[in-house]
Nanobody
Framework: QVQLVESGGGLVQPGGSLRLSCASS????????MGWYRQAPGKERELVAR???????DSAASVKGRFTISRDNAKNTVYLQMNSLKPEDTAVYYC?????????????WGQGTQVTVSS
């Protein structure tokens, strides 16, 4: 059982920045992938960014050039640096981890952290 604890959400003005953190109870390097989804009111959950064990990164077109995902193996933490925030980035952000479980994997979720972009 992997436990994920998110932090760093809050209220920020348009154009501002936030950094989300996701601390894992297990080695982040051992995960097939880790990343962030978000869900805005009335909308489906969408993938924001992910990083694989090998270090490959994927991110949604809507956040490219503004959001950066990174990983600190020593701290077992994944980060999401969010710059140039827009009101449409307002959502609950969820960290996830895909832990290997042959022949596939188990997906674990954090509790979510609220990000509100508003003046």
């Amino acid at each position: 059982q992997v436990q994920l604890v998110e932090s760093g959400g809050g209220l920020v003005q348009p154009g501002g920045s936030l950094r989300l953190s996701c601390a894992s109870s297990e080695s982040v390097f051992s995960m097939n992938a880790m990343g962030w989804y978000r869900q805005a009111p009335g909308k489906e959950r969408e993938l924001v960014a992910r990083i694989t064990r090998g270090g490959s990164i994927d991110s949604a077109a809507s956040v490219k050039g503004r959001f950066t995902i990174s990983r600190d193996n020593a701290k077992n933490t994944v980060y999401l640096q969010m710059n140039s925030l827009k009101p449409e980035d307002t959502a609950v952000y969820y960290c996830y981890a895909d832990s290997p479980s042959f022949p596939t994997y188990n997906r674990y979720w954090g509790q979510g952290t609220q990000v509100t972009v508003s003046s």
